[in-house]
């Protein structure tokens, strides 16, 4: 989880929402994410995806079977399906979303039995770190004034 907040706190020198992730197989770490919404213009470039494609790319495989999941944040729907599709037996998250947390707080899409796969959740861990970081980022962001003039 420690590189994950590592990911987060990249993301948050880059004025992106300070998300991490982490995909580790036999003890590796083979994908790596960070939130990059604003900087590429894309609303699917979540930190979770951007590991997942990292790691699906390093096995050679949409499958990650054997693998780990570690995010700083509980991951949001579309999140969480790509995880499901990609068969990852683990995820382990941080701070809860009262948002958009799909992982058990909104929904539970990880654990749906009626989805062809579930997987083992593990929550709360480094959570204070990961929301110290989140509650700087937005109270940075309420403080700047809008770059347009409030226009």
Partial sequence: ?????????KAFEQDEVPVGAVVVHEGRVIGRGQNQIERLQDPTAHAEMIALTAAANHLHSRRLEGCTLYVTLEPCPMCAGAIVLSRIPTLVFAAFDPKAGACGTLYNIVSDKRLNHTLHVVSGVC???SEELLRGFFGRVRTVAPKDGGR
């Fill in 127 to 129: 959570d204070r770190e």
């Fill in 1 to 9: 989880m420690k590189q994950a907040l590592r990911e987060a706190e």
